[in-house]
């Protein structure tokens, strides 16, 4: 009985949620991928993630709340209804393709490889010789994919742990995203880009819920139109002084 | 050449395995062979040479020499009372981040991750045996180390002929207890890059997102947990041959 009513209220409180949606777009990002996405001190989501957000809301004249949810359950959150689209930076792949739709790409990602200052190493040298990436990231799948799963590539937790081993010298390169490579290039003393953009074909999106096509297509348009209006390429100078689309 | 060897082993072990295992097993198999491979070189190397650091340690603490006894004291009380994962990355990313200036010729270790990790299991399990092993010397009964004297034995020579052997086999239990702790601690190394059996896991679980990858590494665990507590019984049975 006391299932039934769950169900039923769960039901309806479904059927309000879609009701709302037309009022409210629920949004989450992830808050921790700056300058993508990030929190200030006093709680305020701010980013590139956010600003694209928020112009697309303006596009679509929709009123939006962002909110801001940990990687690990942001998938199954957008599953379970507590928000309607993903804007976290978050690549197109074929496994997640299998829980949520994307939107199509709002920028592109590219690899790149950091090296010691002046270091000759090229990209095919790298088989033999120490590589760094952070696990479970894009970087670590194309250096294990590209120079074996028995090759030295060497797993962190975080990309600051792969850079400091690269400043002492254990390791000579470490593979990750260009944008945070870039940052880390240009505050860190001694490295040097050993290859500056390895195009994978990652391609960022935003998340939305399986079979919620109207929302999906609403997006892709407001995308098309601030790629149209230079809105979108304000956002990008703002943060990156280049066109990252 | 050595690491080709390691890795012929585990390639064996796949394509005996391989029929017999899941889809997922077979597929990363080589990984998780190689992984527990890594992991059973360490703590074969780490507790045997925590085991005589051991030795050392608790001579120098019983020895009433105040020079001795208050290093050893330190060394076990900073080791005991600080948690692995913390010792680890204090010596692995702490002194590692000095680099090859900074260290001299001693960067040549500093450098490897598995060295290092060694060094760190190999003094953490030893403040720990050298605890157990003062815990069997306080046991052995006092009229023991007076006779040893009496008949004219110094001090080392009573501990090395009676009073240690005693020890030992009063603290076997829980040495072998400190063995499968060693073994579960093990896997903290895998955050300095080592890719034991748990680092070879966790790397798995980032191409697939499937979690039975865990509960193969709990299979492989669990094996190792019951090679450990063969070898202590059996070592066990040994010691007490005299009570049969």
Known sequence: MKKALMGVSLTAMMLAGAANAEDVLRIASEGAYPPFNNVTADGELVGFDIDIAKALCEEMKRECEIVAQDWDGIIPGLVNNKYDAIVASMSITEERLEAIDFTDPYYSNYLSILGAEGSELTMDDLGDVAVGAQRSTVGSQWAEDKYGSRADVRLYDTNPAAVSDLEAGRIQAVVMDFLPAAEFQSTATGLGFLETKIDINDKIGIGTRKGDEDLTAALNAALAAIRENGTYEAISNEYFGIDIY | ?244
């Open chain 2, 1 to 244: 050449m050595y690491q080709d060897f390691k890795y012929l082993i585990s390639d064996g072990v796949c394509a005996i395995a391989s029929p017999v295992s899941g889809d997922l097993f077979t597929k990363f198999c080589p990984r998780f062979i190689d992984g527990f491979v890594v992991t059973i070189e360490l703590l074969a190397l780490s507790s045997t040479l925590g085991f005589l650091l051991a030795v050392g340690l608790v001579l120098a603490r019983m020895s009433g020499h105040r020079v001795l006894s208050i290093p050893a004291n330190v060394f076990v009380y900073c080791f005991r009372g600080t948690p692995l994962l913390v010792q680890l990355w204090i010596i692995y990313f702490g002194i590692g981040s000095f680099g090859a200036e900074g260290l001299g010729p001693l960067w040549a270790f500093f450098k490897e991750p598995w060295l290092v990790g060694l060094l760190v299991l190999t003094l953490n399990t030893s403040a720990y045996v050298s605890e157990i092993l003062r815990g069997g010397l306080v046991n052995v009964d006092k009229g023991q180390a007076e006779a040893a004297m009496a008949i004219g034995m110094s001090w080392f020579q009573s501990m090395r002929r009676i009073l240690l052997p005693q020890a030992i086999r009063i603290a076997w239990p829980a040495y072998g207890n400190e063995l499968v702790l060693l073994m579960k601690g093990s896997a903290l190394i895998s955050t300095i890059t080592v890719l034991d059996l748990m680092g070879q896991t966790r790397t798995i679980f980032a191409r697939n997102f499937d979690l039975t990858t865990y509960l193969y590494a709990t299979v492989l665990y669990l094996v190792l947990a019951g090679l450990i507590t063969l070898f202590v019984v059996a070592i066990e049975r040994r010691f007490a041959r005299n009570l049969r």
